[in-house]
């Protein structure tokens, strides 16, 4: 079962870091999305598991940074700089392999298994 943590009420121009895990440790977790009230959802950063290398959405390009731990299994967001605009409930995504994949990054069916979202809120 996935499982994201670190979300929060933060200031404009503040920091939070978020994290995903397996409790069985059998899956990849590899990825982010979010949705904000009355928006779709979107795709956010993903990493490739074997790999390390690294996509993100335009939006939080520079500000976002994904990251895995191949031991632990886990992966974490640290987002700094954050806007208003970043507002949203951000949840974790997952991978049954640690094998690259052929589904554009940013697709939802790119992925296995989407964990509880976490809620993220960014005051002006």
């Known amino acids: 079962q996935l499982q994201a943590s670190g979300g929060g009420l933060v200031q404009a121009g503040g920091s939070l870091r978020l994290s995903c895990a397996d409790s069985a440790r059998t899956l990849y977790p590899v990825g982010w999305f979010r949705q904000a009230p009355g928006k779709e959802r979107e795709f956010v950063a993903a990493i490739r598991w074997a790999t390390g290398s690294t996509h993100y959405a335009d939006s939080v390009k520079g500000r976002f940074t994904i990251s895995r731990d191949r031991i632990k299994k886990t992966m974490s967001l640290q987002m700094n700089s954050l806007k208003p605009e970043d507002t949203a409930v951000y949840s974790c995504?997952?991978?049954?392999?640690?094998?690259?994949?052929?589904?554009?990054?940013?697709?939802?069916?790119?992925?296995?298994?989407w964990g509880q979202g976490t809620q993220v809120t960014v005051s002006s």
């Open positions: 995504v997952a991978r049954a392999s640690g094998n690259s994949w052929s589904v554009a990054y940013y697709r939802a069916d790119a992925y296995d298994y």
